[in-house]
């Protein structure tokens, strides 16, 4: 039998082995309890965090492409089919979408609303997810050869449009870039063109209060624009490639005259905040841990007094200082992973009946894009918290571990 092996053998007796004072007993359960409850609090507080993470980024990734290239100056610039085929020659660019961007004054009936229309072009579905988020109407940027308008919900409720029975149309005003102001006729100054809506999309309400999706050539009529005229364009990538990989080497071949943003530098402080809040909460959970942990030390503490006897007949076999104090490590670590594991199995167990059944609901308004906390379980936070339970237990085990390995010479000093 190999030293570590004889470690365990020695630390899991000790564990399950008959002790004269029932008090270890009570501590040690409740060292494997405390470091259970702390484990599946921490599984369960990342896994919302991962959740509302990971819906944060579907709901964005609608509108949010995987890289976005934009003009360094100006809100516009021109984009040619030649530039088109330049870009989707690169490497790991599957399609290309433009899109002409302004904030509008749009009028219906006797309602009006100041909005940010985008117009799109006929590839746009295949680089955004809008399609899907359709709640009202069809899809149609285009009907019968007649421009169409697809109104965010917010948009949609403040206009007071019901798209299913609407026989007026979406009047959009918007400055003339070319025209001069008269005070004779005001009117010239703005130009003016209608659009029939066609559908209501539903996202979250940031994007469902401003947004109204029309053709990019009837908005690029609108503002006087010619045909190459655009505000962004937004790129999708081919399964399984890097957006940063493809955005560095998208940024290598262009000008300093573009700016090339991946979905995460979009919103980076979004992203970073929500990273941050995580971590946070981590470390606010890690000192429940080690709290917890200080019953390890109490009850190998008292566990050491239990087993003087065998320590001195393991010393008496020819057992180093380094064998006894690793056996009560190990003790330790046993005590904190068995508790580890049970919490973490609960903590699996609560994670899926939320995702079935959705047991903690957030709201009764319904107001929310989700009824329910979302959860979502990662690998790397169960490593994490395993590194995490396994330092901490070794640090307080390591006092009364140590204080074993000392036993024979405090009895000689005495």
């Known amino acids: 039998m190999n030293n570590f092996s004889f470690i365990l053998k020695i630390a899991g007796r000790y564990l399950y082995s008959k002790k004269s004072s029932n008090a270890v007993n009570i501590l040690t359960a409740i060292s494997m309890k405390g470091m259970g409850i702390g484990v599946m609090a921490l599984v369960l507080v990342l896994s919302v965090f991962n959740g509302f993470e990971s819906l944060v980024k579907q709901l964005y990734g609608v509108l949010d492409p995987e890289i976005r290239i934009t003009a360094a100056e100006g809100k516009v610039f021109e984009f040619t089919d030649e530039d088109y085929e330049f870009i989707k020659s690169v490497n790991g660019v599957e399609e290309i979408s433009m899109f002409l961007e302004e904030r509008v004054l ?4 006797d309602e009006e609303y100041l909005a940010l229309v985008r117009g799109v072009d006929s590839r746009y579905e295949k680089v955004s997810d809008l399609k899907n988020y359709i709640v009202r109407g069809e899809y149609a940027l285009m009907d019968m050869g007649a421009p169409r308008a697809i109104l965010g919900a917010g948009v949609q409720r403040a206009l007071n449009i019901q798209v299913e029975q609407s026989f007026h149309n979406l009047v959009l005003y918007v400055p003339n870039r070319t025209g001069r102001i008269s005070s004779i006729n005001p009117d010239q100054a703005f130009n003016r063109r209608t659009i029939a809506p066609s559908s209501v999309f539903s996202i979250q309400q940031e994007f469902d209060n401003q947004y109204i999706f029309v053709p990019v050539t009837f908005m690029q009529e609108v503002l006087n624009y010619n045909e190459k005229t655009v505000t962004a364009l937004d790129i999708k990538l081919i399964s399984g490639y890097n957006q940063n990989r493809v955005a560095n080497q998208l940024r290598q071949l262009l000008s300093d005259e573009y700016v090339v943003q991946t979905r995460y530098q979009l919103n980076e ?22 709290i917890a942990a200080f019953n390890i030390v109490g009850s190998l503490s008292m566990l050491v007094l239990e087993k003087k006897h065998d320590i001195a007949i393991l010393q008496a076999m020819g057992a180093t200082p380094n064998t006894i104090r690793n056996i009560f490590i190990a003790e330790g670590l046993i005590i904190s992973l068995g508790g580890a594991l049970a919490g973490s199995l609960l903590a699996i167990l609560i994670a899926f009946a939320q995702i079935h059944f959705e047991l903690i609901k957030i709201s009764s308004s319904g107001s929310f894009v989700v009824s329910a906390y979302p959860v979502e379980l990662q690998l790397l936070d169960f490593v994490l918290i395993s590194v995490t339970v396994i330092f901490i237990s070794i640090l307080a085990s390591w006092f009364p571990a140590v204080r074993a390995s000392r036993m024979k010479n405090l009895a000689k000093a005495e």
Do not use: C, F, G, N
């Open 106 to 109: 749009v009028r219906y009936r």
């Open 269 to 290: 402080t979004l992203y970073s905040i929500m990273q941050t809040e995580k971590w946070v909460v981590y470390a606010i959970l890690t000192l429940i841990l080690i």
